[in-house]
């Protein structure tokens, strides 16, 4: 038995092998093009924020009604955790919180308490904050509860309710 017919064949699958590890290097440099786009700009950010989750632990959350006791321990841990560097109502070292809700998603605002060093390193919005407050947020070290708390107190300040108006 000669094995010149099977030499053609043989040949015909190496270059096709080669041909398709050709494409996927192409492939793979494509992606990585358009893995790394530019980053945005504080204007861009602060208009795309609702697609901005942060970076950090918390991926998704869903907010039911307000729930008035998780409320209540929130505004506690606000006052001693955060008052140092912030107010409800007016700015301080850092940003009044009224209204946050209603320019940041959940996610964002709980991943920014939860996660701030790395915000300050990558967020555009955080950057943006920190270029304008010229300070750095510092991380509490709270809980995933505690700061899920704070969030359920962030949702009651609205500028109507601010008691010193
Ligand atoms: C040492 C001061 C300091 C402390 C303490 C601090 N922060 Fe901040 N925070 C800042 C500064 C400064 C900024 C703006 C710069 C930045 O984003 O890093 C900020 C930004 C924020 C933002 C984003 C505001 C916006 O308009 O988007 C949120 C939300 C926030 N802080 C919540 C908290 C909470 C909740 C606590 C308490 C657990 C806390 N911070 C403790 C200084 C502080």
Wanted: glycine share 4%; net charge negative.
């Amino acid at each position: 038995m000669t094995l010149r017919p099977l030499i053609l064949p043989l040949l015909c699958l190496f270059l096709l092998a080669c041909g398709s590890s050709q494409s996927k290097i192409d492939q793979i440099k494509a992606n990585n093009v358009t893995a790394k786009p530019e980053p945005m700009t504080y204007e861009e950010a602060l208009k795309d924020w609702r697609n901005n989750y942060g970076v950090g632990p918390i991926k998704s959350i869903e907010l039911g009604e307000i729930d008035e006791t998780l409320v209540a321990s929130g505004f506690d841990a606000f006052d001693l955790k955060c008052t140092a560097c912030h107010a409800p109502y007016k700015e301080k070292i850092g940003p009044a919180m009224v209204g946050i809700t209603e320019r940041r998603r959940p996610e964002w605002i709980m991943n920014m308490i939860l996660n701030p060093t790395e915000m300050a390193k990558t967020d555009p919005i955080c950057l943006g904050l920190l270029a304008q407050y010229n300070a750095v947020m510092a991380d509490q070290r709270l809980s995933e509860d505690q700061t899920r708390a704070i969030l359920e107190y962030f949702r009651t300040l609205k500028l109507e309710n601010n008691p010193n108006q």
